[in-house]
Nanobody, 122 residues
Framework: QVELVESGGGSVQTGGSLRLSCAASGLTFSRYVMGWFRQAPGKQREFVAAITSSGYSTSYATSVKGRLTISRDNAKNTVTLQMNSLKPEDTAVYYC???????????????WGQGTQVTASS
């Protein structure tokens, strides 16, 4: 079966950095768009970033553009989210996701990881 496993979450001070990774198995990774969403306590899940199956195109939420970078390695079946200049408002559970449509809509994604907590505090 398909499995997406996130790692790399943790706690940092405002302005710090974290690197999230997602290891995928059970699917033809190079055919899938990969994305990251996040959900803060009491809020809806929101789009963070996505990357096309080839890695040629990316998309970012306005709130993270210039600070977060999504990348992928199709040889290793992994997608990474480099997070720099973290702010308290970035605090959330971050989810890795896979789908066949390049979209900011969570409904377009078929598979989800369990999530990893990111906390940025001042």
């Amino acid at each position: 079966q398909v499995e997406l496993v996130e790692s790399g979450g943790g706690s940092v001070q405002t302005g710090g950095s974290l690197r999230l990774s997602c290891a995928a198995s059970g699917l033809t990774f190079s055919r899938y768009v990969m994305g990251w969403f996040r959900q803060a306590p009491g809020k809806q899940r929101e789009f963070v970033a996505a990357i096309t199956s080839s890695g040629y195109s990316t998309s970012y939420a306005t709130s993270v553009k210039g600070r977060l970078t999504i990348s992928r390695d199709n040889a290793k079946n992994t997608v990474t989210l480099q997070m720099n200049s973290l702010k308290p408002e970035d605090t959330a559970v971050y989810y890795c996701t896979a789908g066949l449509q390049f979209s900011r809509n969570s409904l377009q994604y078929n598979y989800w990881g369990q999530g990893t907590q990111v906390t940025a505090s001042s």
